[in-house]
């Protein structure tokens, strides 16, 4: 047996790895992997809102809570609330007949609404601007694609936005040299914007457009809730969250979220395996959030409607980004509860879980934000490592090395063990 102490605030604590605790069955990277693949297959459609994907993962969720013997949250494991969301469920775009791949060569911006037509390209060049001073949204028929160099400039840029606010079409394309990350929008746009790859530009050629949107004002969202009785101080909680949203469907391209965060639904889940073989001295409460993509909304809805006591949370761990590790760990929060992250950082250099734990003070990323606004002590912590697709097709189970997720789970296990030691 591997023992160590760390002097922290002047007095002596004992160390012990978490997977000394008799935990280790709770904690494995293939019974992860296999969750992972679960969440990203096609049956959830990305974990979005068509076809009811993300409520199918949330009862999915939820089994497998009960399966691991973790106890509903005051008599219920889900807790509903409704957003607005734009969805769409049909996209199609053909360039001289060819049918271009949704996801990978073009996407449709989640704000746009419907439209069905067909128009001549015109790639649009400085000098353009000099030759069609109206702009080419003058010109019967075409659609300038404008380059995102054009774009991003200071001065064309703002002409851009002024030309196209003046002389309004129902679509606008984008020409990208790479597609860039996707997202969920909470209302509709007056046009299309098409994200056209240049590579796949053709100066005049004809374009066909396809878009089907439906919106949905008050789509029902599902956060998941579990709990584990603690030993010694079961008024007391240690409430362990991830998302698992993501950002479903455009058209038939589908958004995995495989690292983002199929990653940390595992971890969090394997965590509560651990809890239920080893009970801590405090409670645990497991929440998997969703609608995080669409703008943190499960976390805020579940502070709104006061479903936890946030008086009794001593501390709160988000996870996200759990699919590498080669390089470490970054701890969100860590400036903002220096003590904590003390503890945290030395067990990690005591017992060399993973090369570094990096410090980043508050930002609004990821679930644990509305909760440290209310005077929740929280960690959000991400893994680093080779990088995976972030918001893209390609955020895929079979790009996640795992190379630090076992390592992780046991950091994590021995935090949680010193956060109520002596209780």
């Given at each position: ?46 974990r979005g809102y068509i076809n009811k994907g993300a409520l199918k993962a949330a009862g999915y969720l939820e089994q497998q809570l009960r399966n691991a013997g ?354």
């Amino acid at each position: 047996m591997c023992l160590g102490f760390l002097r922290d605030a002047g007095s002596w604590i004992l160390l012990v790895p978490g997977f000394l605790f008799g935990t280790a069955a709770a904690q494995d990277s293939a019974r992860a992997r296999k969750l992972i693949e679960e969440l990203c297959s096609r049956k959830y459609e990305g974990r979005g809102y068509i076809n009811k994907g993300a409520l199918k993962a949330a009862g999915y969720l939820e089994q497998q809570l009960r399966n691991a013997g973790v106890q509903p949250w005051k008599g219920s494991y889900i807790h509903h609330f409704n957003m607005p969301v734009n969805t769409l469920p049909v996209t199609e775009v053909k360039l001289q007949g060819r049918t271009l791949k949704p996801g990978i060569e073009y996407l449709i911006d989640e704000a746009s609404p419907g439209w069905k037509g067909s128009f001549v390209i015109r790639v649009w060049s400085w000098a353009d601007t000099l030759t069609y001073p109206g702009g080419p949204w003058r010109l019967q028929d075409s659609v300038a694609a404008v380059p995102e160099a054009m774009l991003r400039h200071p001065l064309w840029g703002k002409r851009v936005a002024q030309m196209r606010a003046l002389h309004p079409v129902p679509v606008q394309i984008n020409a990208v040299p790479r597609l860039p990350a996707w997202g969920v929008a909470q209302a509709v746009d007056q046009k299309v914007t098409l994200l056209l790859r240049a590579d796949r530009l053709q100066h005049g050629a004809q374009l066909n457009l396809r878009v089907k949107n439906e919106f949905r004002p008050e789509q029902t969202c599902s956060n998941v809730i579990g709990f584990i009785p603690g030993t010694h101080m079961p008024d007391s909680l240690l409430v362990l969250t991830a998302h698992y949203d993501h950002l479903g469907r455009m058209g038939k391209a589908i958004f995995p979220g495989a690292n983002d965060n199929a990653s940390g639904v595992a971890m969090v889940m394997d965590l509560a395996r651990g809890s239920v073989l080893k009970p801590l001295p405090y409670s645990v409460v497991v929440v998997f959030f969703a609608a995080e993509e669409a703008g943190l909304l499960g976390s805020a809805a579940l502070i709104r409607d006061r479903v936890l006591p946030l008086n009794r949370i001593r501390f709160l761990l988000n996870l996200d980004l759990m699919g590498t590790g080669e390089t470490g760990m970054t701890v969100v929060n860590a400036t903002i509860f220096p003590r904590e992250f003390s503890i945290l950082d030395s067990l990690n250099r005591q017992f060399q879980f993973l090369p570094a734990i990096n410090k980043r003070g508050k930002a609004a990323n990821s679930d644990h934000y509305f909760f440290t606004e209310a005077g929740v002590p929280s960690f959000f912590g991400y893994l680093s490592g080779p990088r995976p697709a972030y918001h893209s097709t390609d955020d895929v189970p079979q790009t996640l090395t795992l190379h630090g997720y076992v390592h992780t789970y046991r950091l994590y296990r021995s935090f949680l063990e010193h956060l109520t030691a002596g209780q």
